[in-house]
């Protein structure tokens, strides 16, 4: 007998993106004025009737140095992201974000990190069978391809030299699937018989041993009466 595994990993786990450090989001900034004791948080100068201000991010700015600290573009009058406490405006903010490794588009919303790469939680599919596998478990091929577990133990388990069927774990819970090898040919406990009268072959029984001939499966007192016709016909 032999056992082979075939492993499923956990299951994936969601990831919010609001628990990502430094990272708000604001509809607008707070509100305008004309005047104010503090001077403007970028550029250092006051705020007076010609250049009024605006209060973001528990600071004061002038309505014109209130830009997108990454492409200079004026926030006044829009929604606008902070991370790590600097004003981004949609787009830069967008380009933080994680990309699906699928679809290759920003994660707005939550996101499903599974074997190291983030998903869509409607990207994260068998690639078979286009299953949903959000919350279950799953299995990655020698390209990395994701499977279901049944897809996979399809493509990919040895099948019984009896019945065709994949050899696969007995209950969902188990990560391990028996199998018996035997003439170069993979066979289900269940199926690795004697072909002549049904018993259940298996080398830990005493007197179920396995005597095969012409690349049939016997046992002895079978094998024995086969030998026997082929010697008289002989």
């Known amino acids: 007998m032999s056992a082979q595994s075939h492993c499923a990993v956990d299951p994936p786990f969601w990831e919010s993106l609001e628990k990502k450090p430094g990272f708000s989001s604001y509809k607008s900034y707070d509100k305008t004025f004309t005047s104010s004791p503090n001077n403007c948080a970028k550029c250092g100068e006051g705020i007076a009737n010609d250049r009024p201000g605006c209060t973001a991010l528990n600071q004061t700015f002038h309505l014109a140095c209130f830009t997108c600290s990454a492409c200079n573009k004026e926030l006044a009058g829009g929604s606008f992201y902070a991370l790590d406490g600097k004003p981004l405006c949609e787009i830069d903010y967008m380009n933080t974000l994680e990309k699906c490794d699928k ?132």
Do not use: W
Not at 136 to 163: E, G, I, L, M, Q
Not at 170 to 181: A, F, L, N, Y
């Open 103 to 234: 679809c290759n588009k920003a994660i707005t919303e939550k996101l499903l990190r599974a074997s190291g790469k983030a998903y869509h939680p409607l990207c994260f599919t068998c690639v078979v069978c286009r299953t949903s596998l959000d919350g279950v478990p799953f299995t990655v091929d020698s390209a990395n391809n994701v499977h279901c577990v049944t897809c996979f133990h399809d493509k990919f388990a040895p099948r019984c030299a009896v019945c065709s069927k994949p050899i696969v774990p007995e209950s969902e819970g188990d990560r391990e699937s028996v199998r018996v090898v035997a003439m170069d040919k993979s066979f289900h406990v269940n199926c690795y018989r004697c072909e002549d009268c049904g018993m259940q072959l298996s080398s830990k029984i005493e007197g179920h041993g396995c005597y095969p001939l012409d690349s049939h499966l016997y046992c002895k007192a079978c094998n024995t009466a086969r030998v026997r016709a082929l010697t008289a016909n002989a």
